[in-house]
């Protein structure tokens, strides 16, 4: 079936990096865009990026620009978002989502969400 | 930047009901926009893509409408299972954005 399977949780320090890894299996990982999107405990979703499996092109919020890089890697169907200088307000669960652009643009399916926790 | 504004931003309910959710764009989005339901400590999960196209998979039950700045998201008989949170999304451009959330609990 179509799933994503994310890495499981990190704790880091502020100032450090974190690289999230996203796993797709059952379509074809090369013709899809894939999007990041966090979530801080008890708030509302924050779209951080994309990224298309297909040509390497990225777009990333202005927010985080200079401090994240999503990147993918074919040969495994794998999608990573790394994040740099660590905060503690990037304390959140981090989602990857594969881009549908069929009959639309909508995120699905998504992977259950790694809990990254920043904290000296 | 597009805003998107649901009210309201929670709601009490009781199974049976009829519940409308509304988000609206600060700017015009066509259709671009998508509906997901989240449960707690959960993925959000697609219901509604292009304003009104119910995903495969979804229940009859939940449906989309509108175009231009304002949408709605209608449960037309809630069930037990629908008590979670839905949140808007456009994706007329980018940076794509949510809606603040709409928590709909048991009445």
């Known amino acids: 079936q179509v799933q994503l399977v994310q890495s499981g949780a990190e704790v880091k320090k502020p100032g450090a990096s974190v690289r999230v890894s996203c796993k797709a299996s059952?379509?074809?990982?090369?013709?899809?865009?894939f999007t990041w999107v966090r979530q801080a405990p008890g708030q509302g979703l924050e779209w951080m990026g994309w990224?298309?499996?297909?040509?390497?092109?990225?777009n990333y919020a202005q927010n985080i620009q200079g401090r994240v890089t999503m990147t993918t890697d074919t040969s495994t169907s794998t999608v990573y978002m790394e994040l740099r200088s660590l905060r503690s307000d990037d304390t959140a669960v981090y989602y990857c989502a594969r881009v549908v652009t069929s009959g639309g643009n909508y995120f699905d399916p998504w992977g259950q969400g790694t809990l990254v926790t920043v904290s000296s | 930047d597009i805003q998107m504004i649901q009210s309201p931003s929670s709601l009490s309910a009781s199974v049976g009901d009829r519940v409308t959710i509304t988000c609206r764009a600060s700017?015009?989005?066509?259709?671009?926009l998508n509906w997901y339901q989240q449960k707690p400590g959960k993925a959000p999960n697609l219901l509604i893509y292009?304003?009104?196209s119910l995903q495969s998979g979804v229940p009859s039950r939940f449906s989309g409408s509108g175009s231009g700045t304002d949408f709605t998201l209608t449960i037309s008989s809630l069930q037990p299972e629908d008590f979670a949170t839905y949140y808007c999304q456009q994706s007329y451009s980018t940076p794509r954005t949510f809606g603040q959330g709409t928590k709909l609990e048991i009445k």
């Open positions: 700017q015009t989005i066509s259709n671009y």
């Open positions: 292009a304003a009104s």
């Open positions: 059952g379509f074809t990982f090369g013709t899809y865009g």
């Open positions: 990224i298309s499996a297909y040509s390497g092109n990225t």
